[in-house]
C-alpha cells in the first residue's frame, strides 16, 4: 500500500498545502519546528482517525481557525481509495471514503494502513500497560473492524459495571451483576482471542528483527501477561468465573479487576526485563523492532505492507544501525523525518526528498 498524495488545511502550521510522495522511501527534511512530523502525523491520522500526539482533535487544528481538513488518495492491490476527515474545535469529526460520507468511525479503519514510530514510542517499552494496550488496540483496529467494535462494546459495559459496583445497595450489585457479566466476558473473550493470536504471530517476527538490528548482540522475548488461553469461548467462561471470585474485591475498590483493561505485554532482554534492566538505546531498538514486526503481520494479513512512518528515528541510532534499518524498509513505502540527510547512510538507496520549511513544501 501507498500513499500518493496529501492535502492539508488548517492542519497544525499549514495553512493549506499539498504533498506528493513516491512508492518508495520518502524523506521530510527540514530544520526543527518546520511541520515535518505535521506531515507524518496527518498520514497517520488519516488512517486511524487518531493522533499519536493529541488527545483531542481541537488540538489539531491551525490557531485561530475553526475547522480544519485532511485529505489523502491511496492505492494498494485492491485498487484506489481516498479518505477526507474533516474536524472543528468542537471536536465534531466528519468522514468521507471515496466520496461517501460515513457515520461510524470505525469505517475509516482498514482503507489505508499504516504503522507510525517516532521517539515518543519508547513509552511502549518505559511506560504503563497502557500504552502496550494501545498499540495492541491500535493495530488490531486497523486489521480487523470486528475487534475494533468488540473493544468500544466491551470498554462502555465496563463503565457500565464499574459505575454499578460504586452503589451504596450491595444487594442490587449481586442481581444484577451476572447480566453484565454474561455480555462483558463475552466481549473479553473476542479482544483476549484475537490479542492472543497477534502477538504469537508477531513475537518470534520481532525477536528476528531485533537480532537484526542489533548485529546479533541481543536476544529480545516477549511475553503477554494476560493469562488467558483458549477459544473465544473458553476465555470468556474463565473470565466469568474468575469476576465471580473477584466480587467482593471488585466492590471493596468499587472498579473491575480483572479483563483484558488489565492486559500487559513484557519484553525480556537477554532474559532479563528490558523496562528495568534495558538502556534507553536498547529499549528505542525493542520499540522498533516491534513496529518493523508489525509491518510484517499487516504484509500476512492483507498481501501488501502498510505505509511505515518514521518520525526523527534515524538521529536516534548510530550509523550502523541507520544502514541496516534504511535497508531493511526499501522493499515498502517508508517515510522518513529528519532534520538532516547523511548520504553516506543512504547511499546506494533511491529516495525522493521533501523539503518543509516553515509550514510549506518547497518545490
Given at each position: 500500500?501507498?500513499?500518493?498524495?496529501?492535502?492539508?488545511?488548517?492542519?497544525?502550521?499549514?495553512?493549506?498545502?499539498?504533498?506528493?510522495?513516491?512508492?518508495?522511501?520518502?524523506?521530510?527534511t527540514g530544520a526543527n519546528?518546520?511541520?515535518?512530523?505535521?506531515?507524518?502525523?496527518?498520514?497517520?491520522?488519516?488512517?486511524?482517525?487518531?493522533?499519536?500526539?493529541?488527545?483531542?482533535?481541537?488540538?489539531?487544528?491551525?490557531?485561530?481557525?475553526?475547522?480544519?481538513?485532511?485529505?489523502?488518495?491511496?492505492?494498494?492491490?485492491?485498487?484506489d481509495v481516498s479518505v477526507?476527515?474533516?474536524?472543528?474545535?468542537?471536536?465534531?469529526?466528519?468522514?468521507?471514503?471515496?466520496?461517501?460520507?460515513?457515520?461510524?468511525?470505525?469505517?475509516?479503519?482498514?482503507?489505508?494502513?499504516?504503522?507510525?514510530?517516532?521517539?515518543?514510542?519508547?513509552?511502549?517499552?518505559?511506560?504503563?500497560?497502557?500504552?502496550?494496550?494501545?498499540?495492541?488496540?491500535?493495530?488490531?483496529?486497523?486489521?480487523?473492524?470486528?475487534?475494533?467494535?468488540?473493544?468500544?462494546?466491551?470498554?462502555?459495559?465496563?463503565?457500565?459495571?464499574?459505575?454499578?459496583?460504586?452503589?451504596?445497595?450491595?444487594?442490587?450489585?449481586?442481581?444484577?451483576?451476572?447480566?453484565?457479566?454474561?455480555?462483558?466476558?463475552?466481549?473479553?473473550?473476542?479482544?483476549?482471542?484475537?490479542?492472543?493470536?497477534?502477538?504469537?504471530?508477531?513475537?518470534?517476527?520481532?525477536?528476528?528483527?531485533?537480532?537484526?538490528?542489533?548485529?546479533?548482540?541481543?536476544?529480545?522475548?516477549?511475553?503477554?501477561?494476560?493469562?488467558?488461553?483458549?477459544?473465544?469461548?473458553?476465555?470468556?467462561?474463565?473470565?466469568?468465573?474468575?469476576?465471580?471470585?473477584?466480587?467482593?474485591?471488585?466492590?471493596?475498590?468499587?472498579?473491575?479487576?480483572i479483563g483484558p483493561h488489565?492486559?500487559?505485554?513484557?519484553?525480556?532482554?537477554?532474559?532479563?526485563?528490558?523496562?528495568?534492566?534495558?538502556?534507553?538505546?536498547?529499549?528505542?531498538?525493542?520499540?522498533?523492532?516491534?513496529?518493523?514486526?508489525?509491518?510484517?503481520?499487516?504484509?500476512?494479513?492483507?498481501?501488501?505492507?502498510?505505509?511505515?512512518?518514521?518520525?526523527?528515528?534515524?538521529?536516534?541510532?548510530?550509523?550502523?544501525?541507520?544502514?541496516?534499518?534504511?535497508?531493511?524498509?526499501?522493499?515498502?513505502?517508508?517515510?522518513?523525518?529528519?532534520?538532516?540527510?547523511?548520504?553516506?547512510?543512504?547511499?546506494?538507496?533511491?529516495?525522493?526528498?521533501?523539503?518543509?520549511?516553515?509550514?510549506?513544501?518547497?518545490?
Amino acid at each position: 500500500m501507498k500513499i500518493n498524495s496529501l492535502y492539508l488545511k488548517n492542519f497544525r502550521n499549514y495553512l493549506e498545502e499539498t504533498v506528493e510522495f513516491n512508492g518508495g522511501i520518502n524523506i521530510l527534511t527540514g530544520a526543527n519546528a518546520q511541520g515535518k512530523t505535521n506531515i507524518a502525523e496527518a498520514v497517520f491520522f488519516l488512517c486511524t482517525g487518531y493522533s499519536p500526539r493529541a488527545n483531542k482533535d481541537k488540538l489539531l487544528i491551525r490557531n485561530g481557525e475553526e475547522r480544519a481538513e485532511i485529505k489523502g488518495n491511496a492505492t494498494s492491490i485492491y485498487g484506489d481509495v481516498s479518505v477526507k476527515i474533516g474536524f472543528n474545535t468542537k471536536d465534531k469529526k466528519t468522514v468521507y471514503i471515496n466520496g461517501v460520507q460515513t457515520l461510524k468511525i470505525g469505517e475509516l479503519l482498514g482503507n489505508i494502513h499504516s504503522v507510525f514510530f517516532n521517539p515518543g514510542e519508547l513509552k511502549l517499552v518505559q511506560e504503563s500497560p497502557e500504552d502496550r494496550r494501545r498499540f495492541l488496540n491500535v493495530s488490531l483496529s486497523q486489521m480487523s473492524k470486528s475487534y475494533f467494535y468488540a473493544l468500544a462494546r466491551y470498554n462502555k459495559i465496563l463503565a457500565q459495571r464499574n459505575n454499578l459496583l460504586k452503589d451504596p445497595e450491595k444487594y442490587i450489585i449481586r442481581e444484577t451483576l451476572p447480566i453484565w457479566d454474561r455480555q462483558l466476558t463475552t466481549e473479553a473473550g473476542k479482544i483476549i482471542k484475537a490479542r492472543n493470536d497477534f502477538l504469537e504471530k508477531i513475537a518470534p517476527i520481532a525477536e528476528t528483527e531485533h537480532a537484526l538490528l542489533s548485529g546479533g548482540k541481543e536476544s529480545l522475548t516477549m511475553k503477554t501477561e494476560s493469562g488467558y488461553y483458549g477459544t473465544e469461548e473458553e476465555i470468556a467462561f474463565a473470565l466469568y468465573e474468575d469476576l465471580k471470585v473477584a466480587l467482593e474485591k471488585d466492590m471493596r475498590l468499587g472498579f473491575t479487576t480483572i479483563g483484558p483493561h488489565r492486559d500487559d505485554i513484557k519484553f525480556l532482554l537477554n532474559g532479563l526485563d528490558a523496562k528495568v534492566y534495558g538502556s534507553q538505546g536498547q529499549q528505542r531498538t525493542i520499540a522498533l523492532s516491534l513496529k518493523i514486526a508489525e509491518t510484517e503481520t499487516f504484509k500476512e494479513r492483507f498481501g501488501e505492507y502498510p505505509i511505515l512512518i518514521l518520525d526523527d528515528v534515524l538521529s536516534e541510532l548510530d550509523k550502523k544501525r541507520q544502514k541496516k534499518l534504511i535497508n531493511r524498509v526499501s522493499n515498502m513505502q517508508t517515510i522518513f523525518t529528519t532534520t538532516n540527510i547523511d548520504r553516506t547512510v543512504f547511499k546506494g538507496v533511491d529516495y525522493t526528498k521533501i523539503t518543509v520549511e516553515n509550514g510549506r513544501i518547497k518545490r
